[in-house]
Nanobody, 129 residues
Framework: QVQLVESGGGLVQAGGSLRLSCAAS????????MGWFRQAPGKEREFVSG????????YYVDWVKGRFTISRDNAKNTGHLQMNSLKPEDTAVYYC??????????????????????WGQGIQVTVSS
């Protein structure tokens, strides 16, 4: 069993930065990809960013490219999402998620929340104007 716990959220003004962390416990996450999703009130959960187990491939949606950076430290079973130049529209509950894959996933597969097996509880990110 894998448990994921997010941290690092909070309230920040537009243009500010936050670093989200995702700590994994339980079963090892070897060969697992990690993704970050977010959900705003009244909207469906959407993909934000993802990273392969080796860290060799990263995935970003267009609206965060150049602002967000995903990384992971497998030795510490921890993933991070550095968020810079935050905008009010980034306000949402952010979730980390993981799934096991043996190869290099396609962007479509990385972005499909239904394919992920493990999810954190979510953490609030609020960006004020």
């Amino acid at each position: 069993q894998v448990q994921l716990v997010e941290s690092g959220g909070g309230l920040v003004q537009a243009g500010g930065s936050l670093r989200l962390s995702c700590a994994a416990s339980g079963r090892t996450l070897e060969s697992y990809v990690m993704g970050w999703f977010r959900q705003a009130p009244g909207k469906e959960r959407e993909f934000v960013s993802g990273i392969t187990w080796s860290g060799g491939r990263t995935y970003y949606v267009d609206w965060v490219k150049g602002r967000f950076t995903i990384s992971r430290d497998n030795a510490k079973n921890t993933g991070h999402l550095q968020m810079n130049s935050l905008k009010p529209e980034d306000t949402a509950v952010y979730y980390c998620a993981a799934r096991q894959v043996l190869g290099i996933p396609t962007p479509q597969a990385m972005g499909a929340g239904r394919l992920y097996d493990y999810w954190g509880q979510g953490i609030q990110v609020t960006v004020s104007s």
